[in-house]
């Protein structure tokens, strides 16, 4: 199947600060990449679709000033959550769209998790 | 109504038996369906697709009846490595759609 990685796998930060996670599909080209986060024994959310060139879509609920996303090539998106808090620890995960090609569905990163102190 | 539904489990199997998750969803123009596979901690990895004529790969069998509107999976002589969470997927237009997923646990 299609490769995608993030990075980091896991990061822990001071409450305040922002955090940047890199999400890339490593052997195809992904025009659509999604944004979900999970915490623990609960299921996937999806945060936001990302579409390469244009404005990512935000799913109801989640702030896009506070989840600031990139998508600047077919291969890169990136997540970058801002003045991060104790709440927003979790484990994020992208997601990139694979053509018809390779069976149009989504193949996922290894996720990122996030503490916040 | 959410878009998909699963049975959240869990379910508890012995080694070897035969166990069957199914999977409802509302859309009825879905048009692409998949079982995923989540360990504990990972990421989610794509199990199979399912086809309208159903297909099987090893001891994993999906089925699709569109009349019904629900998807299947059925996993045959459970191994202990079978433990994950299953998760039903279903693409309609551009969008995907998750199930929060069935735990399976195989007992030794």
């Known amino acids: 199947g299609a490769v995608v990685s993030q990075h980091p796998s896991r990061v822990i930060c001071k409450s305040g600060t922002s955090v940047k996670i890199e999400c890339r599909s490593l052997d195809f080209q992904a025009t659509t990449m999604f944004w979900y986060r999970q915490f623990p024994k609960q299921s996937l959310m999806l945060m936001a679709t990302s579409n390469e060139g244009s404005k990512a879509t935000y799913e109801q609920g989640v702030e896009k000033d506070k989840f600031l996303i990139n998508h600047a090539s077919l291969t890169l998106s990136t997540l970058t959550v801002t003045s991060a808090h104790p709440e927003d620890s979790s484990f994020y995960i992208c997601?990139?769209?694979?053509?018809?090609?390779?069976?149009?569905?989504?193949?996922f990163g290894p996720g990122t998790r996030l503490t916040v102190l | 109504r959410k878009e998909v539904e699963q049975d959240p489990g869990p379910f508890n199997v012995p080694e070897g038996a035969t166990v069957a998750f199914n999977c409802t969803y509302s859309?009825?123009?879905?048009?692409?369906f998949f079982w995923y596979r989540q360990d504990c901690r990972k990421e989610p990895k794509l199990l199979m697709s399912v086809y309208s004529s159903g297909n099987e790969d090893g001891r994993f069998t999906a089925q699709l009846n569109r009349a019904s509107q629900y998807i299947s999976l059925l996993i045959r002589d459970s191994k202990l490595s079978d433990s994950a969470t299953y998760l039903c997927v279903v693409k309609a237009g551009n969008q995907f759609y998750f199930g929060t997923g069935t735990s399976l646990t195989v007992i030794p």
């Open positions: 859309n009825s123009a879905s048009q692409s």
């Open positions: 997601s990139a769209r694979a053509g018809q090609g390779t069976g149009d569905t989504q193949y």
